[in-house]
């Protein structure tokens, strides 16, 4: 069910296409040797990376916080099946 979200989640903010934008701009860069923005571009997909990374950290914390919800009602209706 969570899993499901999270890849319903990068499928709609589209995390793949920006990681494969990302990668052909990084080969780009390393097919023209002379290119002058390059710290430029570089600076943009670090900047990227960093974002994605952060973003991925808050989803999983989402999923860790789901799943312990998850866990404490499944304890819950255990305990009310117990007393019935």
């Given amino acids: 069910m969570y899993q499901d ?7 709609a903010t589209q995390v793949g296409v920006a990681l494969d934008t990302v990668e052909q701009l990084v080969e780009d860069q390393s097919l023209v040797p002379m ?3 390059r710290t430029n571009v570089m600076d943009a997909v670090y900047g990227l990376s960093t974002a994605k990374k952060t973003e991925i950290n808050y989803l999983r914390g989402l999923l860790e916080r789901a799943g312990e ?5 499944q304890a819950r209706v255990e305990l009310l099946g117990n007393k019935t």
């Fill in 69 to 73: 919800h998850n866990r404490l009602i």
């Fill in 35 to 37: 290119f002058s923005e």
């Fill in 5 to 11: 979200e999270f890849e319903s989640l990068c499928h």
